[in-house]
């Protein structure tokens, strides 16, 4: 359906040394592990991450106390002097009410302190906590400690989400050895390292779940003789060796996809920018007809600028996608709107068609008032459900939402409607043209001729040719090399199609083109005979000849 689309290049921050995450625990935290509530730490774990994910932007600077998370609670950014109230977590709590608990900020941005274990200052004791130990609360406070420089949540995939609960339960919270120099138990956000000796080099599969990344490899990651993991020379962070995961045939591929698709977008723009002009400047071609052309050309222009900014601005920089700000994930909504707008203009134009053969007059100042609102603001009603509703879960908002999401059938649904009832619109279409035909008893083989052109011209008008597209074959299969460079190529360059076919190719705007060409021809030639005859007039000799001077003497 062209929701999703190739990123797999995102995977060349790998080639630089850049990964997602630091090592998560401590030799210092490395206690007992009958001691530790491991269903615990995993809800504690889990709600620091949907803290980060949710909590608003905090400005430094400013008299007010930072968001936090204090193992127990979400605090959001705070002003001083004012107090914060949160519900009692629905973790570790052994009452049976609802309370609630609140902090105080003080004055110069410092919040009241806390103990996580809530027995510091009483704040937590409304809420009858689950008594923890110690070596528990030490182990969490290192690692949320440690977790503040990742920056993508183990939660964003549920495949890497379910890895890392099994390293808090089988690493995290177990014990290292004793006997020897060691670097700690480490998640790094893909994979769950062991604790590993002092000298050595360990090896884990290459995660599965990671696009452009070959599954029969191995990573590793080097402990120093220090029992510290080695740190990269430009993060100075703890560095997993993923670059050996990289299948770089399968990026290679996938960058020249993109390339495809920038292409065909430019070319697209071009051409129907070109269109757009010759429809606006020919008065004479002002009709309902031409009016569902035009908005269906912008809607194409907006939607292939967006996709190039995409793919030149988002995906060619890993670093935006990690990051998931604001703006890119605004630009992922209008991308969509704007391709939701393009599928309704295709339904305009099969519906205005379909309505000509059906009813004998159409009142077409009306029936383009019900286009504006199915093109341009039915999208609207769709896009916001869908923004909202994938907002509303952050697992689905990491990557600058570029990750296929479970709510894609909100936008996929309509758009299969929608395009169903085009083709439904284009057979009924070619029948009655065929009956026509047959009415002016022309030969079967020009008839033919004419059904064929009519079909063959509307499918990319009415955006027929994406019905193929959803049957996308499995990621490295054979089937795959080939489905994708034609996948972005009838996406891509469909616009171009469209202005080739409804303009340039069109017999009016050709005669209109001709008519004005000969027009200037004429008008130039007529100006250029003139200023040739004034210039001839003016660079006549100036010496008189006899005759002359003696008309010039009697004058």
């Given at each position: 359906?062209?929701?999703t689309?190739s ?15 630091v ?5 210092s935290?490395?206690l ?13 774990l ?19 106390c ?6 127990w ?22 009452a049976?009410?609802?309370?609630f608990?609140t ?16 027995e ?26 440690e977790?503040?420089?990742?920056k993508?949540?183990?939660?964003a995939m549920?495949?890497s989400?379910?890895?890392?609960e099994?390293?808090i339960?089988d ?9 020897k ?9 893909w ?18 779940f990671?696009?452009?990344?070959h ?6 990651k080097?402990c120093?003789e ?13 560095w ?20 495809i ?8 723009v ?12 020919f008065?004479?071609m002002?009709?309902?007809?031409i ?8 809607s194409?222009i ?14 060619k920089y890993?670093e935006?996608?990690f ?22 203009w ?7 068609l379909?309505t ?13 008032k019900?286009?504006y609102i ?6 609207i ?13 952050p697992e ?9 999401s ?24 070619v029948?009655v ?7 002016v008893?022309?030969p079967d ?32 299969s ?6 994708e ?11 171009l199609c469209?202005?080739?076919?409804f ?7 050709i005669a ?13 030639g ?16 100036t ?13």
């Amino acid at each position: 359906m062209g929701w999703t689309n190739s990123y797999s290049i995102l995977f060349k921050l790998l080639e630089l040394g850049l990964v997602l995450g630091v090592h998560l625990s401590d030799s210092s935290s490395r206690l007992e592990a009958d001691e530790v509530d491991k269903v615990l730490l995993r809800h504690q774990l889990k709600a620091y991450w949907m803290c980060r994910l949710n909590v608003t932007q905090y400005a430094k600077g400013n008299d007010s106390c930072p968001p936090e998370f204090d193992g127990w609670g979400c605090w959001e950014a705070t002003p001083a002097g004012q107090v914060a109230k949160i519900e009692c977590p629905s973790f570790g709590s052994l009452a049976e009410d609802k309370n609630f608990v609140t902090r105080t900020c003080h004055t110069g941005g410092k919040w009241a302190i806390s103990g996580i274990d809530g027995e510091e200052d009483g704040e937590y004791l409304r809420c009858q906590l689950k008594k923890i130990s110690a070596n528990h609360k030490k182990i969490l406070e290192n690692l949320l400690h440690e977790m503040d420089d990742i920056k993508t949540s183990p939660y964003a995939m549920s495949e890497s989400a379910q890895e890392f609960e099994r390293c808090i339960n089988d690493v995290l919270s177990s014990p290292g050895p004793t006997d020897k120099l060691y670097c700690p138990g480490t998640f790094d956000g893909w994979s769950c390292w062991n604790a590993t000796s002092a000298g050595d080099v360990v090896y884990v599969p290459c995660p599965v779940f990671v696009t452009g990344f070959h599954p029969g490899r191995y990573a590793h990651k080097v402990c120093e003789e220090d029992g510290s993991w080695f740190l990269h020379p430009e993060t100075n962070k703890t560095w997993s060796n993923y670059t050996t995961c990289i299948d770089k045939d399968d990026l290679s591929f996938r960058d020249k996809i993109n390339k495809i698709y920038i292409a065909g977008y430019s070319i697209s723009v071009i051409a129907l920018s070109v269109s757009l002009v010759i429809f606006f400047y020919f008065r004479s071609m002002k009709c309902t007809r031409i009016t569902i052309h035009k908005n269906l050309f912008v809607s194409f222009i907006i939607n292939n600028i967006l996709w190039i900014v995409w793919y030149t601005e988002v995906i060619k920089y890993p670093e935006v996608l990690f990051s998931n700000k604001t703006a890119c994930q605004v630009l992922h909504v209008l991308v969509h709107y704007f391709l939701l707008s393009n599928y309704m203009w295709m339904f305009c134009e099969g519906l205005y068609l379909h309505t000509l053969l059906v009813i004998a007059f159409v009142a077409e100042d009306k029936i383009m008032k019900w286009f504006y609102i199915l093109g341009w603001g039915s999208p609207i009603v769709v896009i916001t459900c869908y923004a909202g509703v994938r907002s509303s879960y952050p697992e689905d908002t990491v990557f600058c939402w570029i990750e296929e999401s479970r709510f894609t059938w909100i936008l996929s649904g309509p758009v299969c409607i929608f395009m169903l009832l085009n083709f439904i619109f284009l057979i009924n279409i070619v029948r009655v043209l065929v009956t026509k035909l047959r009415a002016v008893n022309s030969p079967d083989t020009h008839q033919t001729r004419k059904a064929v052109r009519a079909t063959l011209i509307l499918i990319p008008l009415l955006g027929l040719h994406y019905i193929i597209t959803p049957f996308r074959p499995e990621p490295g299969s054979p089937e795959e090399a080939v489905y994708e460079p034609i996948s972005a190529a009838v996406a891509s360059f469909q616009g171009l199609c469209v202005s080739l076919l409804f303009c340039f190719f069109n017999g009016e705007v050709i005669a209109l083109i001709k008519k004005k060409w000969q027009q200037t021809f004429t008008t130039w030639g007529n100006d250029t005979n003139r200023n040739y005859a004034v210039t001839t007039m003016s660079t006549m000799p100036t010496t008189p000849s006899h005759h002359d001077r003696e008309d010039t003497t009697a004058v």
